[in-house]
Every structure is written in structure tokens, then in C-alpha cells.
């Protein structure tokens, strides 16, 4: 969702666009736009992150037959493939 609003608020204000709305787009506008999608972006990732090492531990010592091994072999989501799995199912689903 917030790709699109980003991808329409930069075509909105380049070419092809009749009446009302002036040529160019305002540069801080565009800007902030950006910020704005990339920290909701991180903000994603640092709840999947979050979210993957407190709840795939439980899973496995619910369903795994033999649980301890289960954890012992368990490894955490680091910062950077939750951001590409973020990306990835942003992506995906939207």
C-alpha cells in the first residue's frame, strides 16, 4: 500500500497530467514522501523480526516431535533478512 501511495504521489506531479496541477513536483514533498514510506518500511521489518524470534520457537517446541532439538537447531531472523522478507511480501501482497 504504501508503494503505490509513493508511486502515485511521484507520477501525480510529473508529465501526462492535465488542468489543475502545476509541471513540476515540489522536491520536499517528494522527499518527505520517501522518508516517510522507507521508516514505515524499517518500522515492517523490525516488527517481523520481532515477531519471527518470539513465535517460531513456541511453534517448534509445540509441534516438532522432538523439541529441544528443535530449538537447539533454531536460528534467529537477523535485521537484514527481515527487511528482505518485508520487502518480499510487500511486494507479493500488495
Not at 523439541?67 to 527481515?82: C, G, H, K, S
Request: hydrophobic content about 45%.
Amino acid at each position: 500500500m504504501t508503494f503505490t501511495l509513493l508511486a502515485h504521489h511521484l507520477l501525480g506531479h510529473h508529465g501526462g497530467q492535465r488542468g489543475g496541477r502545476k509541471e513540476g513536483g515540489d522536491p520536499m514533498s517528494t522527499l518527505y514522501v520517501l522518508a516517510v514510506v522507507m521508516v514505515i518500511l524499517l518500522v515492517k521489518a523490525y516488527i517481523v523480526q520481532w515477531t519471527w524470534n518470539r513465535v517460531v520457537p513456541v511453534l517448534l517446541n509445540s509441534l516438532h516431535p522432538s523439541p529441544t532439538e528443535a530449538v537447539r537447531n533454531f536460528r534467529e531472523l537477523n535485521y537484514v533478512d527481515a527487511l528482505i522478507l518485508t520487502v518480499l511480501s510487500n511486494c507479493l501482497f500488495s
